[in-house]
């Protein structure tokens, strides 16, 4: 079984194309041309073992808000398809994961209903780079509701910006990664209802 997504998404603000392997080894090669973001799909790709490749063209003379929102819809739905009919994944798991003072906490059910909780700390920088800090929800909102999951998000304490969206990204691949795993004692869809 071959779990591969492939999503292209051309609008008149973007173009984006997406692949990503599932059951990969986190090879990566990402180019949006907002370099903290490729950062985040970076670690996303690495510490998720997907196999994934970005390359997004978009209206960086206005700013970075429809590069990153395209970018994180296509990644959604690329995502979703990989997972296919979800027969014998595990579905439910959570991770958390530190990066120096900040910690992060994210729990995911791949349940084809899109819902985001997401807490992190207030008064954050407001940019890293040429990254508006307030996009990281945003990102997420986006790819739950392409990838259509329940993602919960929280990051009890941190100081450092870069730190805060960095955890967020890593324990997300973390939890991606373990829900999306083939079960070897699931054998069908793991719900009640028999579709996910």
């Given at each position: 079984?071959?779990?591969?997504?492939?999503?292209?998404?051309?609008?008149?603000?973007?173009?984006?194309?997406?692949?990503?392997?599932?059951?990969?080894?986190?090879?990566?090669?990402?180019?949006?041309?907002?370099?903290?973001?490729?950062?985040?799909?970076?670690?996303?790709?690495?510490?998720?073992?997907?196999?994934?490749?970005?390359?997004?063209?978009?209206?960086?003379?206005?700013?970075?808000?429809?590069?990153?929102?395209?970018?994180?819809?296509a990644l959604g739905a690329a995502f979703r398809q990989a997972l296919g009919d979800k027969r014998g994944i595990v579905r439910f798991a959570d991770a958390s994961v530190p990066l120096d003072e900040a910690l992060a906490q994210v729990t995911v059910d791949l349940s084809?209903?899109?819902?985001?909780?997401?807490?992190?700390?207030?008064?954050?920088?407001?940019?890293?780079?040429?990254?508006?800090?307030?996009?990281?929800?945003?990102?997420?909102?986006?790819?739950?509701?392409?990838?259509?999951?329940?993602?919960?998000?929280?990051?009890?304490?941190?100081?450092?910006?870069?730190?805060?969206?960095?955890?967020?990204?890593?324990?997300?691949?973390?939890?991606?990664?373990?829900?999306?795993?083939?079960?070897?004692?699931?054998?069908?869809?793991?719900?009640?209802?028999?579709?996910?």
């Amino acid at each position: 079984m071959t779990r591969v997504g492939r999503v292209s998404r051309t609008t008149k603000e973007t173009s984006v194309a997406v692949e990503i392997g599932l059951d990969g080894t986190g090879q990566v090669d990402v180019s949006t041309g907002v370099g903290f973001f490729d950062h985040m799909l970076d670690q996303l790709g690495r510490h998720g073992l997907f196999d994934l490749s970005v390359k997004t063209e978009g209206d960086l003379h206005i700013d970075s808000h429809h590069t990153i929102e395209d970018t994180a819809l296509a990644l959604g739905a690329a995502f979703r398809q990989a997972l296919g009919d979800k027969r014998g994944i595990v579905r439910f798991a959570d991770a958390s994961v530190p990066l120096d003072e900040a910690l992060a906490q994210v729990t995911v059910d791949l349940s084809g209903r899109p819902y985001l909780v997401h807490r992190e700390p207030e008064r954050m920088a407001p940019m890293i780079g040429s990254y508006d800090t307030t996009m990281t929800r945003h990102i997420l909102e986006s790819f739950v509701a392409q990838a259509q999951i329940a993602l919960h998000v929280h990051v009890p304490y941190g100081r450092n910006a870069h730190h805060i969206v960095e955890c967020q990204f890593k324990a997300l691949a973390r939890a991606l990664r373990r829900a999306s795993e083939i079960d070897p004692r699931q054998t069908g869809i793991p719900s009640t209802k028999g579709a996910l």
